[in-house]
């Protein structure tokens, strides 16, 4: 008798890999060795059963037509795009070979990895990576891409990357979203927002765009980019002249008032709102708002971003925002305060990961990744040290995402550059590999996560094997390893160990194991008594650190480095935040997600009018740097004066071959070195003209 044979269907939990602060506890469903679908783990209170719309899509992802399933030899000119596939051994060889050359001689620093967060996993990210560019000597990267400057901005004020429990927003009276499309981006906090709005709280949304989280907020002030400082100020200024400040809560947890609230002073409502671009009736209104409910013993809690901490100010507006809770004693409750992140509440065992103590190298030479343009493109000198001759690309897309991207396809194009990278797709960087490895994805191999938006850990187990001949990149990192004769035993450690040593004993990995995540501990109302992570263990208001550091130790508006005025050649502010369904230029290419791909770039009415520009019509979008085409989205989503080139696509997918970073500046913010994407002037033309 035969019985039917059952496809094997299994549930696989995994972790979201992507770099999002909501970090989802992601399941798997596979039917006979195939992932068939992916949905958030309803058992993991921080995603709640759901995933965001483009993770839905990650399987489409993985086995995507286009991925990279063998390694691939450059055959054309730089750039092209054009691959022979070879075999791993003769990729493999080759590539130790020319790095070997460089090391035997003396130029090992002449050799830079460059990656950012493809995947946030310790293990594909760093682990091996950095064992074997640490053993090889190679320069180090300065990964300030993102997050340095607000980093920078906390740890003077607050003492880290630490602020309120996410989930606790549920219970605020008022919630500022600030420099945040929390619909967009942080998706998940913006469920705890909901809770909040239903039980009564206000919303009240500080963006310089109209956003889909701005429509659903109770209030949106929509401020010119780089003019947060200001706003704070002006706060501040308020609660001062009422009264609504939390005295004791001055006194005992608190640092360098008087000096603060004279700086304040300087900042009337409506000196802020000429130079925010919005009216003084909000600045006052905000502060009532704010005040009154603290005042009222309620809680209130800002929800602070990213976004706004892409201009030449970032971190002193960062200081500016994170003094507020203090003065109105906002942290004495579990849910009031602030976030920004919450990736400084723990520790992982990095060292132990990427042993920096394997490097050779008397002195690092450190590249920063946001003047990558310039520093391809720079000779030896004994400043800058050797030419960058060998570049190995993991976990990033450098031509599509690093700022002023013509000087970078430059830097790329260059014949004597040796590039390798790691990569799941063809994508602009990919084009100028000289080899490209084919890596695995996020249902391919093991991983352990952490989350800078909240506090649990999450391990990723994988539910298929490698799809081609696609490996991790842990394992390409070993095989070159061997290749270069690096024997040290860590070498010889596999994923599922690295993930063990990341946390070590402070996690239970049984329980990971079992359960796909678990729960670090960090308290509700961490600053209700002070305790602040600060050398003063206060709320530095003005930091002696700074101050030792001949800085302003005081936070202050430093203005746009590119402040366009009406009649100047180039009237307009642009900032280019991501779009919802792609993260950063990942997901570009999985169609259901863009039935109508390629870039846009939103105008109000009355700046499109003035410029002969209609809805859907093709655009110029220029400045000194370059310009790049892309369609018009005639729109009061963005504000006069404020254009905004939404998302990241990949240049080759633009009608003129070039995306938003055609525009952007390599120039750094005040604090933490990096890059002012937001902090750009252009123009904007009919594309005919
Ligand atoms: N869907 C999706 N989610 C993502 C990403 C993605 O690409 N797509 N990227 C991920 C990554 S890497 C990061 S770092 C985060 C980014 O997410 P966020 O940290 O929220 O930062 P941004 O998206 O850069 O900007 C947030 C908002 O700030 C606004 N903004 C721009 N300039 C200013 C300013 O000067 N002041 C103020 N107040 N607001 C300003 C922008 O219009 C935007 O709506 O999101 C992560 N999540
Ligand atoms: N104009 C403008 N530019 C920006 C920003 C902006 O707001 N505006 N945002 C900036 C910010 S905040 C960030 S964080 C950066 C992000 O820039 P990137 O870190 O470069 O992020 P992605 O563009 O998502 O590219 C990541 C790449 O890693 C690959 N990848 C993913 N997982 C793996 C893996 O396991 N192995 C390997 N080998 N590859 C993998 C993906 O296929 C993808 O191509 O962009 C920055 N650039
Ligand atoms: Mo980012």
Redesign the pocket.
Known sequence: MHTAVQPETREVIGAC???CPDTCSMVTTVRDGVAIKVHGNPAHPQTGGALCTKVARYPERSYHPDRILQPMRRIGPKGAGQFEPVSWDVALDDIAARLGKLAARGLQQAVLPY?????M?YV??EAMAMRFFNRLGASQLERT???TAGGQGLTYTLGGKVGMRVENFADARLILIWGSNAIGSNLHFWRYAQEAKRRGARLVCIDPRRTETADKCHEHIALLPGTDAPLALALMQQLITHDWLDHDYLREHTLGWEALRARALEWPPERAAVVCGIEAAQITALSRAYGETARAGQPVAIRLN??MQ?VRGAANAVRAVCCLPALVGAWRHAAGGLLLSSSGTHSSNDDLLERPDLSPNAQERLINMNTIGDDLLRPASPEFGPRIDAVV??????V????DSSKVAQGFAREDLFTV?????Q?D??DYADYL?P????LE?W?IHSSYGHTDVLLNRPSIAPLGEAK??TE?FRLLAARMGFTEPCFADDDLSLCRQTYGDSVDFEALLRDGFVHLPWPDAPFAQGGFPTPSGKCEFSSPRLADAGLDPLPDYLPNYERPAPGSRYPLAM????GRN??????VNVQSLHPTPGPVLEIHPVDAAARGIANEALVRAFNDRGSYLCRAEVSERARPGVVV?L??WWRKMGPGGT???E??SQALTDLGRA?T??D?AVEVEPASA
């Not at 900032?575 to 991501?578: A, R, Y």
């Not at 792609?582 to 997901?587: E, I, K, M």
């Open positions: 890999p992507h770099d990656s950012y967060a493809g995947t996993g594909q990210g891409v993102c997050s990213y976004g892409r690309v993991y976990n990033c897309n450098p599509a995402i690093a700022p990278v790691l990569e799941h797709f994508t960087t990919a490895l890596a695995t994805t996020q191999h991983d991790p990149n390409i900032i280019s935040p991501p792609a993260l950063n230029s990942s997901f080139g998302g990241i995306n938003v970073n525009l952007t890059p994407f937001y750009c």
